[in-house]
Structure formats: C-alpha cells, structure tokens
C-alpha cells in the first residue's frame, strides 16, 4: 500500500488546522501544532491524526464543506485505503515512522460542519473498536510516532513491515 502525503497542518488549537510546507514529526507530534483540548487529543499514544484526502472529498461532494486540515488532521493522505488499515499498523511517512493507535472519536468541534458529519464518519461500531464497520478508517486515526523526522507535501506513505 503505498500513497503520499496531500498536505500536512498544524494549528494553534482547534480547527481548522492550517497547512504548512514541512514539519518535524516528534514523539509529542507534530512541532507548532497544539490542541485545543489536550486532555482528549494529543500525548504520544495520539501524536498525529490522519485522514484520507477521499473521506474529505467524499463528504464534499455530499455538501459538507471540509477542505484539507478542516477535520483537524495532521496528515491528510492520498492512496492509502483506511478502511484496510488496522490498529498496529505502521506507516513510513516521509522520514517519520508512524503506529496507528485509534480511531479517531469525533469531538463536537466538527458540528460547524454541520450536524449529521460525525455520524457519516464515525459509529458504535468504529468505537468498538470493529474494522469491519462500514465507515472504518472515515474519522481517521491516530498515530504514535515510532522514529521521528520530517514530513512534507508530496512525500510518500508506505505500509511498513518494520516492527522496531
């Protein structure tokens, strides 16, 4: 499974996040980004979200209006298939080595994007922690950072076989 990075964001807090030509992926996540609620988001079990450019131009084209780093993700990615992916996955992202911890629980920031957003990417099933729900890998993920580097646009997203 192989992709790339669409555009990496950061944010002083909350949402939107912002794109940015590069940046460092540390243990903490990525350097410049905060969270405006870090006892939720955040730490180094959640250090980066992800989220797949096709979710966010799916729920576009379904009238949400969601940009890249709308969602509050770090790494908006293309040509990985999130619904494939599983919890423990490793991912070279650029120079980074990224482990999905979660998925993603959508928090009431999104509601500006309209009510019915969080339940076209996120259900009990998802919270169950199920890949096999219809709407896995919508949401996003969290990751870990296992090495730490630089990421930018255009750099690539590879499934690893590394396991430290």
């Not at 959640?46 to 131009?57: G, P, R, T």
């Not at 770090?74 to 298939?81: A, K, Q, R, S, V």
């Amino acid at each position: 499974m192989r992709g790339r990075i669409v555009q990496v964001s950061i944010s002083a807090g909350g949402l939107p996040k912002r794109p940015v030509p590069t940046a460092f992926a540390g243990r903490s996540g990525l350097n410049g980004d905060a969270h405006g609620h870090p006892s939720i988001h955040g730490g180094p079990a959640k250090a980066i979200l992800l989220i797949a450019i096709e979710v966010i131009n799916d729920l576009a084209e379904r009238g949400f209006p969601v940009f890249p780093g709308a969602l509050g993700e770090n790494l908006t990615t293309e040509g990985i298939d999130f619904q494939a992916l599983r919890l423990g996955a490793r991912l070279r992202v650029g120079a980074a080595l990224l482990e999905i911890t979660t998925p993603r629980g959508p928090c009431s920031q999104l509601d500006i994007y309209g009510p019915s957003i969080k339940s076209e990417i996120y259900d009990d099933r998802i919270r169950l922690r199920d890949p096999e729900s219809p709407r896995w890998g919508m949401s996003g993920f969290y990751a870990a950072v296992i090495e730490e580097g630089e990421v930018a646009p255009d750099s690539p997203v590879q499934l690893s076989i590394d396991r430290g």
